[in-house]
């Protein structure tokens, strides 16, 4: 196949938090098949900290 031994990113995830030695995470983009990056339909935390910081970031972006 040519796809042997190549990588791709399957999926997008933010680390929310900690709750004591376990990682809160939530899904950001998701591969559906074998398409593009989807988005879930939630818009990151980090997006408001981004915006703070003059980085905002179109909230269509996260629009499934």
Known sequence: SSD???RR???ITEVTG???EV???QEVFVRR?????????LVPHVAEKLADRG???KSTLFAE
């Not at 098949?33 to 339909?41: D, F």
Request: no cysteine.
């Open 18 to 20: 900690l709750e004591g």
């Open 4 to 6: 042997l031994g190549s």
């Open 9 to 11: 990113v399957t999926q």
């Open 55 to 57: 980085y905002p970031l």
């Open 33 to 41: 098949g074998e398409g593009e990056l989807a988005p879930v339909g």
């Open 23 to 25: 990682y809160q995470l």
